[in-house]
């Protein structure tokens, strides 16, 4: 007991002396330079898209570290500055910050009507190519990302920085379609739901259709007004205006009605609201059949500790089968309180190993597992009090 008193106190005198000093090298967002995604249990250390291609870098300092960035390479704290100034400097204007800003704006409970305008802007603006997509993906992820900054320093508002990252991750489902899977889609509805089953967050539900690419060539244009006439299709974007305006698609069999719902759960306490959701629950019974749903219901509840272990925020996205369903973990102002006490101890003592390998890659697996050595090598008090147990 004694013993325990003694560690606890000389942790307490560590943080205190060098919590001033700690500086977030290698503490990072939800949309830091990897997909922060995890499928089938295992991490994806690499972004979706490529970004280099999306801004047209010329060679040099902010290409070479945007190149390590779009592979998931550890970078420095110095380099992450240098991409957040490029970002808010460059990239960004007050314009785009103000445009993005206004579609956070657009998912209002209280004003359905302004869900409209972003179901308009998506069709006109963003889902238009796969360059228009990357581009607005690439801007949502520069508008959030924070360098070296807490979420506070950055001045976003919480409320818009979680309202865009549940955008961002429905602009990952529709770049599944078109591009990964060289699509082309149209949405049809859209709804915003805030709180939704009671767990708190951010919740997008969309309606699409969805045809593959049928390649250039002469096509059949129908006219609202006159007679059909045939038009050349030189690109995958002619095809997208022909198809969805032109064809009169809706008697095509090859095309097809997609949904595919994203929910953000916030706060460090994200994990326990999920595993007491009613809806989960339900959504349990139906995985349990069969081999496969057993073992993806499996690695979705190591997510969930793992979730709960370091307080991370939720993602829940959802395309079309209640069974078809990723969960992607975001550090809250909790995670970023663990890694900080974590890296304070390993300031002060550097026989307390601190990956920052796993930290910068933001592979929740594998924190999880060196802070449980840790609590194994140094005692149960350092493990806990590095996870704010004590």
Known sequence: MKKGILLLSFILFVIAIFSSEIIEDYLTDSNWTVTD?????EFEGQLSYNIIETISLEEGLHRNILTKYQNGEPITAVEREEIYEYFQTELLNEDKKTELEKVASFMDEENLGKIDKLTERLNEKVITS???????????????FLGTKTPTETGIEYEVRDKLRTYSMLLKNYHTYIVENNSVIKVDELEYVRNKDDMPGHSLESKFMSEPYGGNGTFTKLNEHGPMEEVA????????EWFFFSS??????????????????????AANKVWGNEAYQTYDAKTIRGKEQLERKIKIEENLIIASSLG????ISKVNSERDINIQLYPSEGTIMILERWQALHEADSKMPFSEEAVNEQNWHKIDEEIDEIKRVFGREVGEFIRGGI
């Open 37 to 41: 995604q995890y499928k089938d249990g």
């Open 130 to 144: 796969d360059f228009a997509l990357e581009e607005e993906m690439l801007l949502v992820e520069a508008y959030l």
């Open 233 to 240: 299709i030189k690109n995958k974007d002619d095809f997208r």
């Open 248 to 269: 009169g698609y809706p008697v095509f069999e090859s095309i097809s009605g997609t949904s595919t719902t994203v929910t953000y759960i916030v706060g460090s306490n």
């Open 312 to 315: 991370l925020e939720i993602g």
